[in-house]
């Protein structure tokens, strides 16, 4: 298990990239971007807290599309020792949950360590201006989805981003599988 950091580095610039989706096309940060903010998400196939709020990542990342939020996904892990999170497997995944957003392909793991990504999920919400303002858990769930009614913390705080262009100051760090590295 790994947590990510527990403080938002508010402001930080989000990095650009360019990585193959699983529907064939190339997306770069830019073709993500929303006229609101961005939503960057590490997630996999095979991490037990993905699979357990998927579901809710799915129906938040449609929820804060619709308020001018870009969503993308993106998986870093190694595929050698992780097969489950092979991008065959990704693009099954997607088309079988019918993902709103790009689910990206990090192979070289460079954009993962450009973002400092730590575990899956580990979410990094910008700003309209590119200014990192998010960067807490979903929800309070773990290896299991929290109760229905849980805080929805990633959707309320991209949504005051929405309204304000500022995440709330106070997170809570996500908490999930840590990225599988590639042997140096």
Not at 20 to 40: A, E, M, N
Not at 99 to 119: I, M, N, W
Request: hydrophobic share 40%; proline share 7%; charged share 25%.
């Amino acid at each position: 298990m790994a947590v990510t950091p527990p403080v938002c580095d508010f402001g930080w610039n989000a990095p650009g990239f360019t990585l193959p989706g699983t529907d064939g096309k190339q997306y770069s940060f830019d073709d993500i971007r929303g006229p609101k903010g961005t939503l960057v998400m590490f997630i996999c196939n095979h991490c037990p807290y993905v699979q357990s709020i998927l579901d809710r990542i799915l129906r938040d990342a449609a929820e804060l599309q619709k308020a001018g939020i870009g969503v993308v996904a993106i998986s870093a892990n190694d595929v050698d020792d992780y097969p489950q999170d092979s991008f065959e497997n990704m693009a099954k995944l997607a088309e079988e949950k019918g993902f709103p957003f790009p689910y990206l392909y990090d192979e070289s793991q460079a954009v993962a360590k450009a973002y400092g990504a730590a575990c899956t999920p580990d979410f990094f919400g910008f700003n309209a201006e590119d200014g990192l303002q998010y960067r807490g858990r979903l929800d309070a769930s773990t290896k299991q989805a929290a109760a229905a009614d849980a805080k929805r913390e990633l959707y309320e705080g991209m949504m005051m981003v929405v309204e304000t262009g500022e995440g709330p100051r106070d997170q809570i760090p996500s908490m999930g599988c840590s990225i599988k590295w590639k042997a140096a």
